[in-house]
């Protein structure tokens, strides 16, 4: 199974009633969901060499793409990742956002 698949499979799903789903019942799934994943601010994804993470996430983007659903990514300004919106830090480190953060109060 996929990373989509294992997730939906995953989720605590209730019935109408309020009981929990059994795993055979996991079949529902939303036509269509606007979804928003965020990555560091540190590597592009997916990654050019190391980043486990940014790969997951890029996973994540197509395996929700290819079911329909609208992407919007958070990462790093040179990501490729093919998200149906893109949103790019304002800076390439982590620290530089706390610091951005830190220096406006």
Known sequence: AGILETLLHTARVRDTEGRR???????????RLRILLTADAELPVPPRLYGGIERILDAL???????????????????????????????????????????RR
């Open 21 to 31: 789903a059994r795993r055979s019942d996991l079949s529902w799934t939303p036509s």
């Open 61 to 103: 983007v197509r395996a929700f793409k290819a079911r329909g659903h609208e992407v919007g990514l958070v990462a790093h300004r040179d990501s490729t990742s093919p998200a149906t919106a893109f949103y790019p830090w304002a800076t390439d480190s982590s620290l530089g956002l706390a610091n951005a953060r830190a220096t």
